[in-house]
Nanobody
Framework: QVQLVESGGGLVQAGGSLRLSCVAS????????LGWYRQAPGKQRELVAA???????KSADSVKDRFTISRDNAKNTVYLQMNSLKPEDTAMYYC??????????????WGQGTQVTVSS
């Protein structure tokens, strides 16, 4: 089993920054891809960014110039640095993990989510 625990969400003004963290425990050593998805009210969950164990990453076009995903394999942690936040970034952000090398769809493991709210 894998457990994912997110932190770092909150309320921020437009143009501000937040850094999300997600720590994996349990069978974390089996994980290849770690990623962040988000879901806004009334919308489908969407990929924000994902990164493989070797460092290959993929980001949504809407965040590509503003958000940066990174991971520390020694700490079993994935980060999402979010800069120049916009009100449309408001959503629940979920950490996701997969044993496979997979950057186009979510894996089977999810965190509980952390809320990000951007005020205008």
């Amino acid at each position: 089993q894998v457990q994912l625990v997110e932190s770092g969400g909150g309320l921020v003004q437009a143009g501000g920054s937040l850094r999300l963290s997600c720590v994996a425990s349990g069978m974390y050593y089996a994980l290849n891809t770690l990623g962040w998805y988000r879901q806004a009210p009334g919308k489908q969950r969407e990929l924000v960014a994902a990164i493989t164990h070797g460092g290959t990453s993929k980001s949504a076009d809407s965040v590509k110039d503003r958000f940066t995903i990174s991971r520390d394999n020694a700490k079993n942690t994935v980060y999402l640095q979010m800069n120049s936040l916009k009100p449309e970034d408001t959503a629940m952000y979920y950490c996701n993990a997969d044993e496979l090398y997979e950057l186009t769809r979510p894996g089977p493991y999810w965190g509980q989510g952390t809320q990000v709210t951007v005020s205008s």
